[in-house]
C-alpha cells in the first residue's frame, strides 16, 4: 500500500459460519495441524457431542432434534473453535493476503493496473471454500 499502488480489498462474512463446522473435520484439524492431545481432543468432543434443540413458538413446541454440527455461539470457545476450523484458509489464497477474526474475513492486493487487481482478487475468491459452508456479502472497497 505504500509503494503507491492500487490496492482492493474485499471482505467475506462466512454465512451461518459457527452452525456450518463439521466436528469431525475441525477434531481432525485440532489433531494434525495444532497438535492437540487424545485426552484434549476427547473433552473437545464430549463438549460438541449429544446436544439436542427444540423451538417454541407461540406456546407450540417442536420435536427435538440433535445438533449434529456447528458451535456453541456467544461461548468462550466459539470463536476459537472457529479460527482453528478456518485456519488453513491462507494455503488456498495464490494472490491475495488474508485477514482472518471470527467469521469475518478479508482478502486484500495490490497491483500497479486495476484490472490486473480485479483479476488476482476474483482467482483467490474462487479457491475459497469452507469445508461447504458459503460465503456471501462480499463488499469489495
Known amino acids: 500500500m505504500d509503494e503507491g499502488k492500487i490496492t482492493g480489498l474485499v471482505s467475506l462474512d462466512i454465512k451461518k459460519a459457527f452452525e456450518l463446522i463439521n466436528h469431525q473435520i475441525l477434531m481432525s484439524k485440532m489433531k494434525d495441524q495444532f497438535g492437540i492431545r487424545e485426552n484434549e481432543l476427547n473433552w ?7 446436544h439436542q434443540q427444540v ?3 407461540n406456546d407450540h413446541i417442536s420435536s427435538w432434534k440433535p445438533i449434529e454440527s456447528g458451535v456453541p455461539q456467544g461461548s468462550i470457545l466459539g470463536p476459537l473453535m472457529l479460527l482453528l ?3 488453513d ?3 488456498y489464497l495464490k494472490f491475495t493476503t488474508p485477514g482472518l477474526y471470527a467469521d469475518d474475513t478479508q482478502i486484500f492486493a495490490s497491483s500497479d493496473n486495476y484490472d490486473e487487481l480485479v483479476e488476482l482478487l476474483n482467482s483467490d475468491l474462487k479457491n ?3 469445508d461447504g459452508s458459503r460465503i456471501t456479502n462480499c463488499k469489495p472497497y
Open 89 to 91: 484458509l491462507p494455503q
Open 85 to 87: 476450523y478456518i485456519n
Open 128 to 130: 475459497i471454500s469452507i
Open 55 to 57: 423451538c417454541c413458538v
Open 44 to 50: 473437545f468432543t464430549s463438549y460438541l457431542t449429544d
